[in-house]
């Protein structure tokens, strides 16, 4: 089946540096990929969804200034986490969306674990 | 807004017993409707749906979509204890997800 890798799998960093999570999916062309990010014990929470070459469309309370999502090509965005805090300690996991027919897939990546000291 | 609902939230059975666990949503311009089981990590596909009454299987675990109602079952038989976890349900326009069901099954 279709993989969808995300790098690094776990950071550890300190209260205002930026972070950067990649993902990529690795045999099939994603026209849309998917970022988010999830508390313990909830459910997965949509922070943005991005279309490759063009700007992201984030969800109503997720600061686009906070969170940089790049979709350059068809097989790989990035999500950075500018001056992160505590707060934004979280498991953050993408989601790509290809075309494979009959039907479009849609896979996640492992997701990235985020601690901020 | 575009909503999903699933129901319920928790649910703790034996193993053998037979459970059904319930997704119901509101979204315009519906396409389908996904399935996931989420373990420790990221969650697994289970099962896509995109037309009425037609049941996906795979294994002990099937899944309908009624697009009337608009609501999804996916069933779970003969559940095991490895069939713990949080099942999710999305649809695929914008692939919001619902609150989940954590499953628990005792042996």
């Known amino acids: 089946g279709a993989v969808v890798s995300q790098h690094p799998s776990r950071v550890i960093c300190k209260s205002g540096t930026s972070v950067k999570i990649e993902c990529r999916s690795l045999?099939?062309?994603?026209?849309?990929m998917f970022w988010y990010r999830q508390f313990p014990k909830q459910s997965l929470m949509l922070m943005a969804t991005?279309?490759?070459?063009?700007?992201?469309?984030?969800e109503q309370g997720v600061e686009k200034d906070k969170f940089l999502i790049n979709h350059a090509s068809l097989t790989l965005s990035t999500l950075t986490v500018t001056s992160a805090h505590p707060e934004d300690s979280s498991f953050y996991i993408c989601?790509?969306?290809?075309?494979?027919?009959?039907?479009?897939?849609?896979?996640f990546g492992p997701g990235t674990r985020l601690l901020v000291l | 807004e575009d909503k999903v609902v699933q129901s319920p939230l928790s649910l703790v059975v034996h193993e053998g017993d037979t459970v059904t666990l319930n997704c119901s949503y509101e979204?315009?311009?519906?396409?389908?409707l996904l399935w996931y089981k989420q373990e420790k990590k990221a969650p697994t596909f289970l099962f896509m749906l995109?037309?009425?009454?037609i049941e996906k299987k795979s294994g002990r675990l099937s899944s309908i979509l009624d697009k009337k109602e608009l609501f999804s079952i996916l069933n779970i038989t003969a559940t095991q204890t490895g069939d713990s976890a949080v099942y999710l349900c999305?649809?695929?326009?914008?692939?919001?997800f619902g609150a989940g069901t954590r499953l628990t099954v005792k042996p």
């Open positions: 999305a649809v695929l326009n914008d692939m919001r």
């Open positions: 995109t037309s009425s009454g």
């Open positions: 979204v315009t311009n519906f396409r389908s």
């Open positions: 045999d099939f062309q994603a026209t849309t």
């Open positions: 991005s279309n490759e070459g063009s700007k992201a469309t984030y």
């Open positions: 989601s790509a969306r290809g075309l494979a027919e009959p039907q479009e897939t849609q896979y």
